[in-house]
């Protein structure tokens, strides 16, 4: 057959075995297996066909690899036919998770059978996709058009009870032997004269839907976009699920895939679903470096980032401890902790009795003794390293050997911090992102000294926690918050050249970032920065270096908590609103310091605001803070909402080309000085060499 196919008779059913680990993708071996098998079939003694799959799952989908690379035959379409004009039933055996392209697999089948603890699923448009071998097709006729909506342009699975209950799944199956259970199902299938049943048959009933159903999903979807453009394309498709015939539908699928597929988003995502992955490993790292076992935490200190730090913990089932100054903290600390998990209870999103059961597994102290025993700390006080160094000091002398201790610092030297133990090689930076509990990026970093079961137990039970992990080397705020450093400062200039905080918000909201920059310091507080500027030496002596947020400042206008910052807030809705005073005094200021204002172009907001950090970024990368480009890439979309559809910083510089983002920051250089505007000489030597960072981080793979 193939290597990663096989087929066997057993008794009356015909099997197809795929095996094409690590999680069966579709890969032109395994379409070409499946066909082969299929027509194997249909000549021998078989009465009907189980298609199962080896190993941790069935079919995930397509070989996402392939994409981008000239089509190779058979096509998936071709396969999924041949399967549903089989002249037996063809049976879908569904373990662990059946997506995409898999789960196609399984609706083209005459019947799907699953152990209960798998799940099904369409998760293309994370990838920037639409199902594209039949999916919207076929689920609105058995599923309804609404479910089909949902289920596809949310791309979220769908555990096997639920796709039960919703048509999806004909059968569940009882025990661990999968093979020997859907063998019964099938035989069970034939005995009773069971039909071939083809979802294709199925009339979809559209009398459920209003008249401008198609209409407002578009608009609904539209709003939360962020330049991503495969959810209107899945609703034209289940729209032609309810107005074409099955094959027209499937045609106009297919060819909306190919539009999407060969599209900038679906590549910058697929970009970032294989860099979110590489992001987890460390390249000098023994594949089978030691774990040490992680079974009670202790987190110290229960503000902002402590709490939300527990529960990340409690919520996978770990035990936390909180330690805090005095009982009052404490008690306010485990308080927001109960306030979080009831408004996530309230939207119906956990139920009650796992609330309690989280909420029991925090415990609080003031006390280390009771923290003697945990095997991770992770300290989350105030941003002030003699009280971080005092902190580890008591760490170190009451944990027992072999705990991690990490701190979650934001800037501060995590080998400044570890010098204050004996066991610097237990000392790592675990830098969480607010909300704690929500933010999905894990920055890790990695001090000269730590231990490499330290770093592989980190990276593990980050992954545990459902973090995305990044690991970086100790620099003045790692590699998210260094790179932060021009954008803030580049959003307030553009201000005294011309524009208003509005217009440079909007453009990059346009963008795709989920907020603007000057939003986003009036929701953080301008205070925040304010006084970390207050606390900085290194700031260049230049009185138009955060003017405005600095002026707004002194004029009591910290951001939301004031009421007013670069905007004006509602206080009811909290929508921001342009201010008159704060835009004359922007003026004011620009004619002080002689500065002409002027128009300014959308196109250089986003090259103003964005340049800076790319430039950041490769520093960054010359510097060996970061492993890899795309290890950026990962850092700015989970832990700073950078629009996934354009992929991250530096792969927005690999599309844009780094000898126009090398030509652009000269250009900025030779206008506003190269204080701010020195070309990394990484960014410098690829735009010349007429390279990107994709193929840097290619060419330095593996080493
Ligand atoms: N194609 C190619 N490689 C894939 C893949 C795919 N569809 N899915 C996973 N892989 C690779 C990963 O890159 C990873 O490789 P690595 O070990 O070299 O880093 C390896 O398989 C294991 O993946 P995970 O680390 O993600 O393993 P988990 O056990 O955590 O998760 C999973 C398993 C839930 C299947 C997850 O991998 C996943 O969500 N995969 C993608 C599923 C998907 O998006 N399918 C749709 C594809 S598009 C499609 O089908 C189009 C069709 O409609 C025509
Ligand atoms: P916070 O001010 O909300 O909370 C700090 C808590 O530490 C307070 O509850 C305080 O009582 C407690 N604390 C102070 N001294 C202590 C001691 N000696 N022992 C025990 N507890 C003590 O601060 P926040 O925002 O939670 O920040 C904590 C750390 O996390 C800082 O290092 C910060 O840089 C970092 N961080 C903050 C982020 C944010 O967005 N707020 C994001 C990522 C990291």
């Excluded at 095996?19 to 000549?43: D, F, K, W």
């Excluded at 401008?212 to 939360?224: Q, V």
């Excluded at 902190?391 to 610092?409: E, H, M, P, R, Y």
């Amino acid at each position: 057959m193939s290597e990663a196919v096989s087929y066997e008779l057993q008794d009356e059913i015909g099997v197809i075995s795929v095996n094409n680990p690590p999680v069966n993708a579709l890969a032109q071996i395994v379409r070409e297996g499946i066909l082969r098998s299929l027509e194997l079939a249909q000549e021998d003694d078989s009465k009907a066909i189980v298609l199962c799959c080896e190993g941790r799952t069935f079919i995930a989908g397509a070989d996402i690899t392939e994409f981008g690379k000239p089509p190779r035959e058979p096509g998936l379409p071709k396969v999924l036919s041949a399967i549903e004009n089989s002249s037996k039933p063809v049976v879908a055996a569904i373990h662990g998770t059946a997506l995409g392209g898999g789960f196609e697999v399984a609706l083209a089948c005459h019947y799907r059978c699953a152990i209960k603890s798998a799940k099904v699923g369409l998760p293309e448009v994370k990838l920037g996709l639409l199902p594209g071998a039949g999916g919207t097709q076929r689920v609105p006729r058995i599923a309804g058009v609404k479910a089909a909506l949902d289920m596809i342009t949310s791309g979220n699975p769908v555990a096997v009870p639920k796709a039960h209950n919703m048509g999806l799944i004909d059968a569940l199956l009882d025990g661990d032997d999968l093979l020997s259970a859907s063998v019964r199902y099938a035989m069970g299938l034939i005995e009773s004269g069971a039909p071939l049943k083809r979802i294709r048959d199925i009339n979809i009933d559209s009398k459920e839907l209003e008249p401008d159903f198609f209409e407002n999903a578009r608009k609904k979807l539209a709003r939360r976009a962020r330049g991503q453009i495969a959810q209107d394309r899945i609703v034209s498709c289940i729209e032609a699920a309810v107005e074409l015939p099955i094959d027209e539908g499937l045609e106009r699928e297919r060819e909306l895939f190919l539009e999407l597929v060969s599209s900038p988003e679906s590549a910058a995502m697929r970009h970032i679903f294989f860099a979110e992955r590489q992001a987890a490993k460390i390249k000098d790292l023994p594949k089978d470096a030691a774990l040490r076992p992680i079974n009670k935490v202790a987190v110290i200190g229960g503000g902002t980032m402590g709490g939300g730090i527990a529960m990340c913990f409690a919520n996978v089932g770990i035990p936390v401890v909180l330690l805090e100054v005095n009982d009052e903290a404490l008690d306010r600390g485990l308080g927001i902790i109960r306030k979080n998990y009831n408004i996530t209870v309230q939207k119906g999103k956990l139920p009650e009795n796992q609330m309690e059961q989280r909420i029991s597994l925090i415990s609080g102290t003031t006390n280390y003794e009771d923290i003697a025993d945990v095997d991770m700390v992770i300290e989350a006080v105030f941003e002030n390293v003699d009280l971080k160094k005092e902190i580890f000091g008591k760490l170190d002398s009451v944990c027992k050997q072999g705990a991690i201790l990490a701190t979650n610092t934001s800037y501060q030297d995590v080998d400044i911090i570890s010098e204050a133990t004996a066991r610097p090689q237990d000392v790592v930076g675990m830098h969480f992102f607010s909300p704690a509990n929500v933010m999905k990026l894990l920055e890790v970093v990695r001090g000269e000294k730590t231990s490499d079961d330290v770093l592989a137990t980190v990276m593990q039970i980050g992954k545990k926690i459902r973090k995305v992990c990044a690991l970086s080397r100790v620099c003045y705020g790692f590699i998210g918050n260094r790179m932060l450093g021009g954008y803030g400062r580049e959003a307030q200039m553009l201000l005294l050249d011309g524009c208003t905080p509005s217009q440079v918000d909007s453009a990059l909201e346009g963008f795709g970032m989920a907020m603007g920059p000057l939003a986003m310091g009036d929701l953080a507080g301008l205070d925040v920065g304010y006084k970390a500027r207050e606390a900085r030496t290194d700031l260049p002596d230049d009185p138009k270096l955060y003017r405005m947020g600095t002026l707004l400042v002194e004029m009591g206008r910290h951001g939301q908590k004031t009421g007013s910052g670069f905007y004006k807030y509602d206080p009811e809705t909290r929508k921001r609103v342009a201010d008159p005073e704060v835009e004359d005094r922007i003026i004011e200021e620009a004619n002080k310091l002689g500065i002409e204002r002027r128009a300014v172009s959308d196109d250089e907001i986003l090259a103003r605001c964005f340049y800076p950090l790319i430039n950041e970024g490769a520093k960054i990368l010359e510097e060996g803070i970061a492993q890899r480009a795309s290890d950026i890439d990962v850092v700015y979309i989970y832990g700073y909402a950078f629009p996934v559809a354009k992929g991250g910083p530096m792969h927005y510089a690999d599309a844009v080309g780094l000898k126009n983002v090398y030509d652009k920051i000269c250009e900025f250089r030779d206008r506003y000085g190269e204080e701010y505007w020195s070309p990394a000489p990484l960014l410098k030597q690829l735009a010349e060499e007429g390279k990107s960072f994709a193929e840097w981080d290619k060419e330095r793979s593996g080493s």
